[in-house]
């Protein structure tokens, strides 16, 4: 069984298919998928294919940096209310994006710091984007390493020793997604120095695209090919990557109930 930690199945990409989609899905594996939240505009597609696959679908919640802008605190209000009024599994996509504009980088520091914690508050792991901003996530997270953030940085790009600072921070995995299956990535380097404990799966379709499908739409299908990658690249069988992977999954977003499957 393989959970793909993060997937916006909800997106546009998918309204054509987006059953077809589920299906190869679940002939490849992929038992669950973890909905990953952007902001108000959005949520109401994410709900909706939530309630298409009940039993496939996870969501989160969560302003993503890209969408902070003059307006974030009516989004700050969304999510908070959203926590007070429905069951969600994380707390994301949030972080800090350097990368698209830093227009907004002080904004973006603020709701990060105010979603993390109400992830505090609610015993809720994050979903971390960390584009072009590591040193500012950092200093904030270990500035408030006092919450005892549990969490993800999806899709990953660090050093190993960027990876090593977060473990000051909190309990912190990492999102291993299509970009592990590019040849000059150089991410394979600093992945093969990390415990296989903290790595979990993710596709982030439909983008990132795993050779032998880059440059085309992602699917949660396609999560078989990382898996693969990752089994490789650490000299262990396939199942056994899945079953960690699907453990660690189970355990950060607490899920136990799926791994008794």
């Known amino acids: 069984m393989l959970i793909d930690t993060h997937c916006h199945l909800y997106a546009d990409a998918f309204d054509s298919d987006r059953k077809s989609v589920v299906e190869r899905a679940i002939q490849a594996g992929v038992q669950r998928v973890i909905l990953p939240g952007i902001d108000k505009k959005h949520h109401p597609a994410l709900m909706r294919t939530l309630g298409a696959f009940p039993e496939f679908c996870l969501p989160a919640i969560g302003l993503h940096p890209t969408s902070v802008d003059a307006g974030y605190k009516v989004e700050l209000e969304f999510v908070a209310q959203q926590l007070k009024e429905a069951k ?14 830093r227009e907004f980088m002080a904004q973006q520091r603020e709701a990060f710091e105010q979603q993390i914690e109400w992830a505090a508050a609610y015993d809720l792991p994050v979903i971390i984007h960390s584009r072009n901003s590591f040193d500012e996530l950092f200093e904030i997270l270990y500035r408030r390493r006092s919450l005892h953030l549990r969490g993800v940085f999806h899709a990953f790009s660090g050093s190993y020793e960027q990876f090593k600072q977060l473990q000051k921070c909190g309990d912190f995995s990492i999102g291993i997604g299509g970009v592990l299956t590019y040849k000059n990535a150089g991410l394979a380097q600093t ?22 499908h880059r440059g085309q739409r ?8 990382i898996a693969l990658r990752l089994s490789e690249l650490l000299e262990k069988p396939f199942e056994e990557i899945a079953s960690i992977t699907t ?8 899920l136990s109930y799926l791994c008794t499957l």
């Open 191 to 212: 992945v093969a120095k990390i415990a296989p404990s903290f790595l979990l799966l993710e596709t982030d379709a439909p983008w990132l695209a795993p050779v032998p």
């Open 218 to 225: 992602n699917e949660s299908a396609h999560l078989i090919f």
């Open 88 to 101: 969600y599994t994380a707390i994301g996509e949030i972080g800090i994006d350097g990368y698209w504009s």
């Open 247 to 254: 453990q660690n999954a189970c355990r950060l977003f607490r």
